[in-house]
């Protein structure tokens, strides 16, 4: 089998730098699909917004490339699932937000630092890395604020106000679910090849590369008032 290049990965995977700017947008669509479908519209909602939130994604994936076992991945999803439903729920409920681009800006940081981390970025530096698992539970939990700023960008109005926030929670552990499946079938597949480091170094580098651009990005939405 031919060798991976790593240059000719990367140069595939910076294509797809650009479209992940447009992840995840708050549109009129969902808005009328709110509007008109009831709770199970909450549901749909929340799942689309997750399976089209590359930031959110591309976090938990570098999260499973560093892991090994079922046991590993269903703690980490765990404590990272049960950080961004706090937050969800939490601060929709209570009407707490912040600018969307400050907090996809973060997000944006979580994904360069998970590519930081695999690639060993602490250990050149010569210092010791924070401990993982606490660290995805504080990204969970900010995650889960980004989550809520979408969310409170749409008219819910106030009846069933509790209910509709569980649905779109729901909607979004389902489409966190449908997304993961195919990402741990890659990561896994992709252990059993020999090709695997170099894959593993032009993934986890397109991580850094994807962070930094989305960092970027938010920032300008936020200081161009976009």
Known sequence: MKNINL???????????????????????????????????????????????????????????YLNGFKDILKFITVFTIGHCIT???????????????????????????????????????????????????????????????????DIGNEQFLSKILCFNVGVELGQVLALIPIVFIITLSQKNKQFPAFYKAVNSYLVLAGIWLFIYQLYGYFNGH
């Open 88 to 154: 969800l729920i939490g601060a929709t409920y209570a009407g707490i937000t912040a600018n969307e681009h400050l907090v996809d800006a973060v997000i944006a940081l979580s994904v360069l630092y998970k590519g930081f981390e695999n690639l060993g970025g602490f250990e050149k530096l010569k210092i010791k890395s924070p401990n993982l698992l606490a660290m995805v539970g504080v990204f969970g939990l900010i995650h889960g604020f980004g989550l809520s700023t979408r969310l409170q960008s749409f």
């Open 7 to 65: 240059k000719q990965i990367l140069s595939l995977l910076l294509i797809f730098v650009p479209f992940l700017a447009f992840a995840h947008d708050v549109t009129s669509a969902d808005q009328e699909i709110l509007r008109n479908g009831g709770l199970l519209a909450y549901i749909r909602v929340g799942a689309t917004h997750m399976l089209t939130g590359y930031d959110h994604l591309l976090f938990l994936a570098g999260v499973l490339f």
